[in-house]
């Protein structure tokens, strides 16, 4: 079984900076896609960023050009530098897994706490 840790949410002002990480257990994350989400208040999930086994990066148009998803195979960890940061990326941010091994397999973090303040 897989577990996702993350780490590096807090409060912060608008126009600095944060850097989420998320750190797997198990053997399979070379093999996962990864992904961060945020979840506001009251709102459905959304993608924010993710990133396959081949390096391949995918943003949400909100947070083009301010965010950078990248990984760490060795260390079995995914990052997330969020730079510019606004009010609106104030969110709950998940870590979030995708791999098939036999079957398709999504595994998800606890999240961490991203407020920005104005």
């Known amino acids: 079984q897989v577990q996702l840790a993350e780490s590096g949410g807090g409060l912060v002002q608008t126009g600095g900076s944060l850097r989420l990480s998320c750190a797997a257990s198990?053997?399979?994350?070379?093999?996962?896609?990864m992904g961060w989400y945020l979840q506001a208040p009251g709102k459905q999930r959304e993608l924010v960023a993710a990133i396959t086994t081949g390096g391949i990066m995918n943003y949400a148009d909100s947070v083009k050009g301010r965010f950078t998803i990248s990984r760490d195979n060795a260390k079995n960890t995914v990052y997330l530098q969020m730079n510019n940061l606004k009010p609106e990326d104030t969110a709950v941010y998940y870590c979030?897994?995708?791999?098939?091994?036999?079957?398709?397999?999504?595994?998800w973090g606890q999240g961490t706490q991203v407020t920005v303040s104005s």
């Open positions: 979030n897994g995708q791999v098939v091994v036999g079957i398709y397999r999504s595994y």
């Open positions: 198990g053997s399979i994350f070379s093999r996962s896609d």
